[in-house]
């Protein structure tokens, strides 16, 4: 597919598109492994577990869309 003068692949459209629902779903549910109480995001460390996680928002999206694209790459 081609979008602004760019070859885009299948699986990097599979992947944006992972990254934008994973987001979407995870702003909306807000799970308290990456929110405190009064929804803002956790920080990313040990240590205090009402402010800090291992488990932060960039990060999680971020290891979901690249194993989506990963894996869409390998199987198609």
């Known amino acids: 597919m081609k979008l602004f003068n760019f070859n885009l692949s299948e699986a990097?459209?599979?992947?944006?598109?992972?990254l934008l629902v994973t987001s979407s779903?995870?702003?909306h549910y807000r799970p308290r492994i990456m929110f405190t109480e009064d929804y803002k995001f956790k920080k990313f460390g040990t240590g205090n577990t009402s402010?800090?996680?291992?488990?932060?928002f960039w990060l999680v999206i971020t290891v979901l869309s690249i194993a989506v694209y990963v894996?869409?790459?390998i199987n198609y």
């Not at 990097?12 to 992972?18: C, E, S």
């Not at 402010?51 to 932060?56: A, D, G, Q, V």
Request: net charge neutral; charged share 0%.
């Open 51 to 56: 402010i800090n996680t291992l488990f932060p």
């Open 25 to 27: 779903l995870l702003l």
């Open 71 to 73: 894996m869409y790459y």
């Open 12 to 18: 990097l459209i599979v992947g944006l598109i992972a």
